[in-house]
């Protein structure tokens, strides 16, 4: 792939070449280590025609989601903030027993249950059969499908146009980007709205956190590149709010043009961005040089305590785990295993270097002396979960945005 997937400009300029990597969620079983692992190139570039982050290569939806292991309401930090932002909506656009709640990449309901529970009829569209069942287990309706233009000018035709359309942590993940904001046009009610929250590339770029790339991420988006490509398809992005959660994230609201009074924030943070050099080379080029600074630092850390005779494990078998793993070239030589609280993913390995993954429990009876936290975009509620592991002595080790020691 040679040209941007959103606006067609023909040069992408490579960012960042994380070599080949395996497929982040696709967990093997102990039984398959005789099995090929397939791996695939994982390159992020950005175009310059429009400033949009993207990986080069893409692998079919149908492999990376047909059946998949990452539930939300694992998280209580997840949990808490789907309930949250549901409140909100609620009372803040009036929602009731007519309204109507479609949301993308519903998992397991983590989120779609607070509107159930408040009476506010809700569909879930979710291409992973093994999570969307446990979805509908919960009493939510689950439709088994991929989100595009194509869907969407279906539920329309059956009366079932939204009032609010969410999709949080999915829009990255959708390869015809053209096609997913068309989509979203052509599902939503005039006065309607839709709310995307993903991991804010600004934040990203800034803070290192190269452990987002996995082959599910196809876009890494900043607000410039955004604004031309819902204009495209007649929708305005009305308002945004930066966010905390996965390490920074961007909340986008958007609407019909015209429908919604663009606020000051949109203004307020493509002025930012301007400022920030989101429209430079130069702000890109210097991102790789910080990750293979961190991957020194953070490898020659793990070698010299394992030579001192220390235990290492690790906790969090989260995609972005598997992509500083495998990049960092860190296995079974340095680490014994990787400890997860999803009973999904217990028993299994992770990608590409196959530590196995135990339960949380492990830290706490292995208890290995130094522990890396693969999921730091959870590290509070984990600190916290394992606070007997670290009163009986047992220390985190922090990858990002810099090596540190808790």
């Given at each position: 792939?040679s ?5 067609g ?58 059946e ?28 009731g027993p ?47 499908a ?37 989509g ?15 991991p ?13 790339i ?90 010299s ?12 078998a ?10 960092y ?36 009876q ?41």
């Amino acid at each position: 792939m040679s040209s941007c997937r959103s606006c067609g400009h023909p040069d992408l300029l490579p960012i960042l070449d994380l070599g080949l990597q395996p497929l982040a969620n696709n967990l093997p079983r102990p039984e398959d280590l005789g099995k090929p692992e397939p791996r695939f190139p994982l390159c992020l570039a950005v175009c310059p025609g429009c400033w949009l982050m993207q990986i080069t290569e893409l692998v079919p939806p149908v492999t990376l989601f047909s059946e998949y292991l990452y539930f939300s309401s694992f998280s209580d930090a997840m949990l808490r903030h789907a309930r949250l932002a549901v409140e909100r909506y609620v009372a803040e656009f009036n929602l009731g027993p007519r309204s109507f709640v479609i949301e993308i990449a519903s998992n397991d309901g983590y989120l779609l249950q607070n509107f159930v529970a408040a009476r506010i009829p809700c569909l879930g569209i979710e291409p992973a059969a093994n999570i969307a069942r446990v979805a509908r287990q919960k009493g939510i309706e689950t439709l088994e499908a991929f989100f595009g233009l194509d869907l969407a000018r279906q539920l329309a035709a059956e009366g079932r146009s939204a009032d609010l359309v969410l999709g949080n942590n999915v829009f990255a993940h959708a390869p015809d980007t053209n096609d997913f904001v068309a989509g979203l046009a052509a599902v939503l009610r005039p006065h309607g709205r839709v709310i995307l929250e993903f991991p804010y590339g600004v934040d990203f770029l800034e803070r290192t956190e190269f452990d987002t790339i996995y082959h599910e991420h196809v876009f890494y988006f900043t607000l410039t590149p955004l604004l031309p490509l819902f204009a495209r398809h007649g929708l305005e992005i009305f308002h945004v709010e930066r966010i905390p959660i996965h390490g920074g994230s961007l909340r986008l609201f958007a609407g019909r043009r015209g429908e919604h009074p663009v606020q000051e924030s949109v203004a307020a943070l493509l002025a930012r961005e301007q400022q920030q050099g989101v429209r430079s080379l130069d702000w890109y080029r210097g991102f790789a040089d910080r990750v293979t600074r961190l991957r020194q630092e953070l490898v020659r850390l793990l070698r010299s305590l394992k030579e001192r005779g220390h235990r290492l494990a690790a906790y969090g078998a989260a995609a972005k785990g598997s992509t500083l793993l495998n990049y960092y070239g860190i296995g079974t030589d340095l680490l014994d295993f990787v400890a997860d609280r999803s009973p999904y993913k217990q028993g299994r390995l992770m990608p590409g270097v196959h530590l196995p993954i135990r339960p949380p429990e492990a830290l706490l009876q292995e208890r290995p002396d130094y522990t890396l936290l693969l999921a730091w975009n959870f590290a509070d509620e984990i600190l916290a979960q394992q606070e007997a592991y670290r009163r009986a002595g047992g220390r985190f080790i922090l990858p990002i945005p810099e090596v540190r020691i808790i």
